[in-house]
């Protein structure tokens, strides 16, 4: 398939929204990225990369289109089924795509693969603390420079994991569509010979985190007495 076909690919599936997913009642909904987001994985992804994506939907498709070596962990097989059906309706070949039906937060932990990936996107589930087990099992095996997506970052549970990774010096906010926020990795950081590193993020040590550690243990002392 050539790029212009692919292009066009990209153009029905925006317009379309198809509704990939169905809800517990059974019906048929869209709630994938938005239209500038998905530009932004075709503009970025090259064939030859390595990608994951915790959840799977148009984002999927996306990646698919593009031709890398992709990786969906999903643990609903209705979902997965979901997203065959509409690939084959429009025409998107989901041969270079591996579906992993388990849950996040359990398959991750054993995760070793045999390339770093080039984007990894996190929007599988949302329930606290999924999103940041699945950021911290994924961050290590991200390549320097590569992008890491975060989708619905207005979800208290996934704002948490926004908050801390906007102030940490290794991570650029690149761009940001509504609620679906990218992130580059700009610098590897390893603590092998600290346990304990919680004074080397910013989240923890800038003014608003200190203020709030002061009045918490004045809060503590005052219930003391």
Not at 49 to 68: I, P, R
């Amino acid at each position: 398939m050539t790029r212009d076909e692919r292009l066009l690919l990209l153009e029905r599936i925006k317009n379309e929204r198809p509704p990939i997913h169905s809800t517990p009642k059974g019906q048929l909904r869209c709630v994938g990225l938005n239209s500038a987001s998905l530009d932004f994985i075709f503009s970025n992804i090259r064939s030859e990369f390595f990608t994951l994506e915790t959840g799977c939907g148009l984002s999927t498709l996306v990646f698919a289109l593009t031709g890398c070596n992709h990786i969906a962990i999903v643990p609903n097989q209705k979902h997965i089924d979901e997203t065959l059906t509409v690939a084959k309706k429009f025409g998107v070949n989901l041969d270079s795509v591996t579906f992993i039906q388990q849950r996040s937060e359990s398959y991750l932990p054993t995760l070793v693969p045999t390339h770093k990936f080039n984007t990894i996107l996190i929007d599988g589930g949302h329930a606290f603390p999924i999103p940041i087990i699945d950021w911290y099992y994924t961050q290590g095996y991200l390549k320097k420079m590569g992008f890491l997506i975060i989708d619905d970052v207005h979800l208290k549970s996934v704002r948490i994991l926004f908050d801390f990774l906007i102030l940490q010096p290794e991570w650029q906010k690149v761009e940001q569509h509504r609620k679906t926020v990218f992130f580059q990795k700009i610098e590897d950081v390893y603590h092998d010979y600290e346990w304990d590193f919680w004074k080397t993020q910013p989240f923890n040590t800038n003014i608003k985190a200190k203020l709030s550690q002061m009045l918490t243990s004045i809060n503590s002392r005052l219930k003391i007495l």
